[in-house]
């Protein structure tokens, strides 16, 4: 199932690049009719999901930095440094729930937990235990 | 109060001061996941690359919330680039998004003798309100059988208490006999007096005992926990129970659950007696995950693996060798039929996995006959090798009447026109039949069994109204405990009917019909 949702990804990708973006509303009109011809309407959610993880690949791996406040510009530029020696791309989300300190996502895959919030949860969950 | 405060406060300094000990100074790097659907009690996850099968993964929000705990999932399909995990709790509160972390952790359940007692649910969580269960020993849920070595053959009786069984199906401790029948024909009512029985066991060798109830109404379970404590007998039985609201996960776990709590005792030497009540519904959990789960459905929508579900349950009940302590497990599963068809795919799957079956009969049933117990379709395979010597002695030839009585069973309505032997044994069939009715919570010890088979075999119930015969029984067994006591004690002790012991049960039952 995953593969079908996949395959149907990567052909839309290749009917769509190069296309002006007047042509490209036409395309995915197209690719609805053809999904519902097919009987694969259901798949669309998945095939999104595809699609926006083809185009991830493309543009390199995500480094998610989210932090308590916006972070200070040398901090910044050491971490964008630190992330683009091992590939990543970096993106920066401000939480105040974190109370301090910054979360990094590296893709989906893994969380460098440095916040307050997270090691106070961790603490929560020791005493209720 | 103020000293409590204080505890409290020392208590939470202890933990405070723990955490800071082993706080790492960097921050370290975490496998996660995210959840990409959630539905019906199972999610599908992307990411966790390093995840293995059947791990405890826990779902939670990002940032977290401080009042509300991680839910456990279990994963259960690992595919290219997603993973399917069932969610342990309630679903309602997951979103696509959330965050899932791995524990490294297969799933376990607190185990040992703090459970006795206790009413709990597939995680080990309490229901009962009596507190946390103190204990620091857990089993992981799904474990290997016994191999053949570490095993040995059943040898030791279980006592039901329940006369046509302790006779006619007589059930081995190690052993796995299926009980099943139709909905209300009394499973549940004959597994409660077997359990209830076991008080009449000596206390160092009663068997512990785990009533696992999967998807049963909890007012149903609450009915049966209180009789059992009312009898004393939830002192040494622990009780794994699922509701029928609960999710469809609990109740593929709780049996799994149930026979690890059970294996500790097993492995510690003991003898623990698993009930688990009932597996069709067990089945139909699993069917409901399975197809979730997008596994190819088989017969009935059954998953393929529906039969190693059970038998990989089933065969860790087991009768250990004098080596590995000689523990014994014995596992009693229920299984519901429809109108009695015993042919239907899970039935016959069940049947070929255990070592016999006690099957309960709605004809019987209507006719008063109760425990309804069809004789002829019920067996043990491997229950007979561990009768009492007495017990044996009065069974072969109570079998045999049986039997010839079945065969007759078509005449009794013209009885009267038949030749005096054949009457004779219809009329003998109709007395052991009266005779192995028995009220519910009413379980008889083995000795008083003895005697009372022994007076019908030997014809002395034969001019007994059939029906005063169990008024008639009870007061002779009322007779026999207030006069010859010292009989009952030597078939308890001896657990066999020797020529003397023989002459002077006679004895007593001559001077009680005369009286």
Redesign the interface.
Known sequence: ???KARMYARVLLDSLEGKPPAGIEKIAQKFKHLLKKRGDLRLMSQII?ELKAFQGEKEGKRAQVISAFALAEDAKLVLQKSLKQRGFRMEEKV?P??IGGT?I???????????V??R?????????S | MVNHDFMAKEFLFDILKRELQDLQTGPTKEEIGKVVSVGDGVVQIEGLPNVVFSEMVEIQKFPADFDTRPIPAMVLNLEEYSLGAIVLGSDKDIKEGDLVKRTGKVLSVPVGEALLGRVVNPLGVPLDGRGSIETKNFLPVERSAPSVIEREAVNTPLATGVKVIDAAIPIGRGQRELIIGDRQIGKTALVEDVIINQLNEPEGNRPICIYVAIGQKYSKVAQLIKELRDRGAMDYTIVVAVGASDPASLWYLAPYAGCTMGEYFRDKGKDALVIYDDLSKHAWAWRQISLLLRRPPGREAYPGDIFYTHSRLLERAAKLSKEKGGGSLTALPIVETQLGDVSAYIPTNVISITDGQIYLETDLFSKGQRPAVNIGLSVSRVGSAAQTKAMKKVASQLKLDLAQFQELAAFVQFAQELDLATRKRIERGQRLMELLKQDQFQPIPMEEQVVSLFAANEGYFDNVPVVQLREFESKFLDFMRDHHKNVLDTIRTTRDLSDDTKSELKKAIESFVSS
């Open positions: 199932m995953q593969n999901r939480e729930k974190l979360a996502f590296l893709e989906k895959e893994f969380l460098v937990d440095g916040t919030r997270g106070l949860q961790r603490i929560a969950q020791l005493v209720k």
